[in-house]
């Protein structure tokens, strides 16, 4: 047990009237792979956001390592801080250039220095390979290049959890290749990560497992060759024979 | 065959295109020739046709000339320039004919006031003979235009203060680097404590064998800059606070900040201003007093804070729901967030309409003639009731406008340079 990073059980969360999750149970060991998918409009982004608290849930638990996160968590930046995030629109800080932006966060909530801040930058800039454009700005960057330089923001703060939400909806077919080779590469370095995606071709080749959701709810759960060798309820079926 | 056709067709169309031509711009100077004899000679070359029809056919003369001299491409340089920015079409052809013979119409006569038949030799209201424009009672009244009542020989001292507190503001551009952090502190609170200082050193005197001068004395332009620069300085970051707290989840910060912007946009800022002059003093307890001038820059600052609230809130609301998602994400907290992610988008985005409300504020400061400061447009309507001087409002008025443009206008072109400065694209 002592190994489970995050714990989520029976969560339930309201727009208004509307349930956009429905007694949601899942757990997470260290170094795991996680891959959501589903229909647009089923929770998954949702399910991510509520993991760092950019969504709040109305039921249920949510516990990352060690921390439970509720309305009372006085932590809830320390627990944000150890958890990095890359969204589908990358939402990279405009007004900063690429280097600023991945020093940001390090210096001003990780009190790094700004010196140390600058060479913890230049290495996570050089591992997804856009160090040549550090001094330039978000604006003057390809989708692919933009979301790669978000990936690296995100890494600046050593995050010990990564979610992922939809990061190559946005992009154009060619970019979406180098976006899926840096999160290839941050899996084999054994990050925890959440990835919401639809790119089964990444799922299979670097999920542990597998999650189907619809409506809300957890329809499917299976180890990632299970899942796609023989699923078991028939909306996976469905949506495996459209999507592949 | 089909090239003897072209050929003759081309030359043909050619011949047309230049009798049209010449005849288009006899056209035009005949219509503006028309307008000039009518204007400066009194003489109506089209006096045989009907009145209405008269006075119109300078208009219909350059028109039709214009269309006439409308060819796709010509070749010639000026022309194709000519139909390209004024004469695209018949309506456009009519604007320009409209405000060209405008510009004949009303430059001579201003003009002429303004500087060929205007004085500005002698220091008497009889030295004032010409029909123009008598700069003589600018020249006389300067002084006061400049400092209000203050005396003469203690002028020195305003100067003086103005210099140092425009050296003090002139220090963010010679800052190092390493201290650029510090700058938005030491000009929202730094900058207004040492300027205060000095106006109250200098400016008002009393110590320092200095002869004490009160505010009531002190007018002119240079009580429009002390009221504009600390109600400027002041209404921003209140401003700014105003909008976080809008926008706030606290409901007693929410609420406040709510009811105090939309108090003071309710209000007339003549009444805010005369509240604060005679309502206020007395709700203080006995013995204190808080000097006029004070009263009317803080007055100012809570109204016109109201208007930057809003405006910089409209910023806020106007920045991607993804700009505070990633902000969060990466574990900043609420003062860390704005403070380095929103604010500066933000605020980027407002500077147009802060520009606005700062202008706005700085045409509004005439108005503290109602608790008796007499700034420079005070100034203008003392010295026009002046015996020895009247009847020379006008020449006074258009100074002020003057001084008004000039320096709004600066600040305009100012807020257009940071506009481009702060510019990377989105």
């Not at chain 1, 079926?237 to 592949?244: A, D, G």
């Amino acid at each position: 047990m002592s190994d489970t990073i995050i714990q989520i059980q029976k969560v339930n969360k309201w727009f208004g009237d509307f349930q956009v999750l429905k007694e949601i149970d899942l757990e997470v060991k260290e170094k795991e792979k996680i891959v959501v998918c589903g229909p647009s409009g089923s929770g998954k982004s949702t399910l991510i956001r509520c993991i760092n608290r950019l969504e709040e849930h109305q039921k249920g638990t949510i516990i990352i390592d060690g921390t439970e996160i509720s309305e009372d968590t006085k932590n809830i930046e320390q627990v944000r801080a150890d958890v990095g995030m890359v969204f589908q629109q990358f939402n990279l800080f405009p007004h900063l250039s690429i280097l600023d932006n991945c020093t940001l966060a390090p210096i001003w909530v990780k009190k790094m220095s700004k010196k140390d801040a600058e060479s913890l930058a230049t290495e996570h800039l050089e591992k997804v390979q856009i160090i040549d454009q550090a001094q330039k700005f978000p604006g003057q960057l390809s989708g692919g290049q933009q979301q790669r330089a978000a990936i690296a923001r995100a890494l600046c703060m050593e995050p010990k959890i990564m979610l992922f939400d939809e990061p190559t909806s946005a992009l154009d077919p060619e970019m979406i290749k180098e976006v899926l080779d840096v999160m290839v590469n941050l899996a084999k370095q054994g990050m925890t990560m959440i990835v919401v995606t639809h790119e089964m071709g990444f799922a299979k080749e670097v999920a542990d497992q597998m999650i189907f959701m619809d409506e809300g709810m957890i329809v499917e759960k299976a180890t990632t060759k299970d899942f796609f060798a023989n699923p078991k309820s028939d909306r996976t079926k469905l949506f495996l024979s459209q999507i592949l | 065959m089909t090239i003897n056709n072209f050929n003759l067709l081309k030359s043909k169309f050619q011949k047309k295109r230049n009798i049209s031509l010449i005849v288009g711009i006899l056209l035009f100077f005949l219509g503006i020739l028309d307008f000039c004899l009518n204007n400066f000679q009194n003489k109506n070359i089209t006096f045989f046709l009907p009145g209405s029809i008269s006075f119109f056919t300078p208009l219909i003369f350059a028109v039709i000339g214009l269309h006439l001299i409308r060819i796709e491409f010509s070749g010639i340089k000026i022309l194709d320039k000519l139909n390209k920015n004024i004469n695209t079409s018949n309506f456009n052809a009519a604007l320009s004919s409209c405000i060209i013979l405008l510009l004949i119409f009303a430059l001579p006569p201003l003009l002429n006031w303004f500087i060929f038949d205007a004085n500005i030799a002698g220091d008497t209201k009889e030295a004032c003979t010409g029909g123009g424009a008598c700069w003589v009672y600018i020249k006389v009244w300067f002084n006061r235009f400049m400092y209000g009542m203050y005396p003469n020989a203690e002028q020195w001292r305003i100067n003086v203060t103005f210099i140092a507190v425009l050296l003090f503001m002139a220090v963010g551009f010679f800052v190092p680097n390493r201290l650029r952090n510090y700058l938005s502190f030491y000009y929202t609170i730094l900058l207004p404590i040492i300027s205060f200082i000095l106006i109250y050193y200098i400016i008002s005197g009393g110590s320092f064998g200095l002869v004490w001068v009160e505010t009531g004395a002190w007018g002119g332009l240079s009580l429009t800059f002390m009221v504009s620069f600390f109600s400027l300085i002041f209404c921003f970051p209140l401003g700014m606070m105003l909008a976080l707290g809008r926008r706030s989840n606290l409901p007693v910060v929410k609420y406040s900040s709510l009811s105090f912007i939309e108090f003071w946009r309710g209000v007339p800022l003549i009444t805010v201003l005369f509240m604060s002059a005679v309502m206020f003093p007395m709700f203080l307890p006995e013995g204190t007093y808080i000097d006029k001038l004070i009263r009317v820059v803080v007055a100012i600052t809570l109204f016109e804070a109201a208007y930057t609230a809003e405006v910089i809130r409209g910023g806020l609301q106007a920045l991607p729901r993804g700009q505070y998602d990633a902000a969060k994400s990466l574990g900043m907290g609420y003062w860390k967030m704005h403070i380095f992610v929103i604010l500066p988008q933000a605020l980027k985005l407002v500077i147009p309409g802060i520009a606005n409300t700062f202008l706005a504020l700085i045409k509004d400061t005439p108005l503290i003639f109602v608790v008796g400061l007499l700034e420079v447009v005070g100034m203008l309507n003392l010295a026009k009731t002046n015996p020895k001087w009247l009847g020379f409002s006008m020449e006074g008025y258009v100074f002020a406008g003057i001084i008004f443009w000039i320096i709004c206008f600066s600040m305009s072109k100012y807020s257009q340079s940071l506009e481009l400065k702060y510019k990377t694209d989105r």
